[in-house]
């Protein structure tokens, strides 16, 4: 059974790096055809598409964040992480990550989910 459990700080100060892991476990983040994706959802708001990498390294990001966001396999702990440098208070949300064979769907499978809060 594929689980996905984020971790990461949640609270960052504005202007600074925000890093998430996504840590996986029931396959190998290196099993081919999946794609594996950071969402994330601000109260009201419905949920945004951050980025999906894929297994062969290539990865997709939404062109808003795109000059400031990474996603990044670590295939030795079987996780996923995303870096999103120079936050500001509209980066508040809860954050996702999610993973299923081909492009994201909401239907993928996506962890609990953590909360981050953007404040000085």
């Known amino acids: 059974q594929v689980q996905l459990v984020e971790s990461g700080p949640g609270l960052v100060k504005p202007s600074q790096t925000l890093s998430l892991t996504c840590t996986v476990s029931?396959?190998?983040?290196?099993?081919?055809?999946?794609?594996w994706t950071w969402i994330r959802q601000s109260p009201g708001k419905e949920v945004e598409w951050i980025g999906t990498?894929?297994?062969?390294?290539?990865?997709y990001i939404k062109l808003s964040v795109r000059s400031r966001t990474s996603i990044s396999l670590d295939t030795r702990k079987n996780q996923f992480n995303l870096n999103l440098p120079s936050v500001a208070p509209e980066d508040t949300a809860k954050y996702f990550c999610?993973?299923?064979?081909?492009?994201?769907?909401?239907?993928?499978?996506r962890g609990q989910g953590t909360q981050v809060t953007v404040a000085s």
């Open positions: 990498i894929r297994t062969t390294g290539t990865d």
């Open positions: 029931g396959t190998t983040i290196r099993t081919s055809g999946y794609h």
């Open positions: 999610a993973g299923g064979i081909g492009p994201w769907t909401p239907s993928h499978l």
